[in-house]
């Protein structure tokens, strides 16, 4: 497999992986990942490169037919793709690393705390959780309607007691999405890398 991180973002026209994802991996035990909510794959990708082999779950069909066609051409055998609603949904595993990146931004905010536990549960002893999600904060609130969720100060880094923090900021990024005088619009976003003890 080709192994340089922009291979498939040239080819196929997809998003560098996150930088969290690529920051994160020299601290990272090579083995079984979980991407919640994968979108194209760029992540999934990355990650089998890294010789991880990967389930990587999405609701859109049309994403993950997409990497399923990338898996094909590029006979890439280590990623597992599944059509899922993470609304409601139960899942258990063994899992060194679950990442969900720009994801639980778009779930039911109800969702929310179910949703962290299994990855909590199916996350191995040493194995890492990593989050990165939108919020809402007094300096910077949020009023798009087309995020359903949006983390408040402290509320990520509060499901973690009793793991291992490597990384917890709440920093601001820009969105692609512009505001009436054209500036892209900036936000919050809560970043943890945990480990379980
Ligand atoms: C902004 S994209 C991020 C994709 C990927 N994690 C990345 O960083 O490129 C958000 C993804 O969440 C998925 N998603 C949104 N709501 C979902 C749900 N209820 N169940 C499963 N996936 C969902 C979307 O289909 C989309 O692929």
Redesign the pocket.
């Known amino acids: 497999m080709d192994l340089s991180k922009d291979y498939f973002s040239n080819k196929y026209n997809l ?1 560098h992986p ?1 930088s969290e994802i690529v920051e994160a991996m020299p601290q990272l035990k090579v083995g079984k990942a979980l ?6 794959g ?2 999934s990708l990355y990650l089998a490169q890294q010789g991880f082999t990967v389930d990587a ?4 069909p049309d ?1 993950i037919q997409k990497l399923d066609m990338i898996c094909v051409n590029e006979s890439i055998n280590t990623i597992t793709t599944k059509i ?4 409601g ?1 139960d899942f258990s595993g063994q899992y060194d690393l679950i ?5 639980l931004m ?3 905010p109800s ?1 929310i705390p179910n949703i962290i536990k299994n990855m909590q549960n199916a996350t191995k002893i040493g194995g890492y959780n990593l989050i ?1 999600s939108a919020m809402d904060t007094d300096d910077y609130p949020c009023t798009l309607d087309f995020f359903t969720f949006l983390f408040k100060p402290k509320e990520l880094a509060s499901y973690y007691d009793g793991w291992t923090i490597k990384k917890y900021n709440e920093d601001t990024g820009l969105l692609h999405k512009t505001d009436q005088n054209g500036n892209r619009i900036k936000l919050r976003f809560a970043t943890l890398l945990a480990q379980k003890n």
Do not use: A, P
Request: charged share 15%.
């Open positions: 998003m996150h991407d919640l909510g994968c979108g194209g760029r992540n779950w999405d609701h859109n994403s899922v609603d993470f609304n949904m990442l969900s990146t720009v994801v778009f779930l039911q969702s990165v």
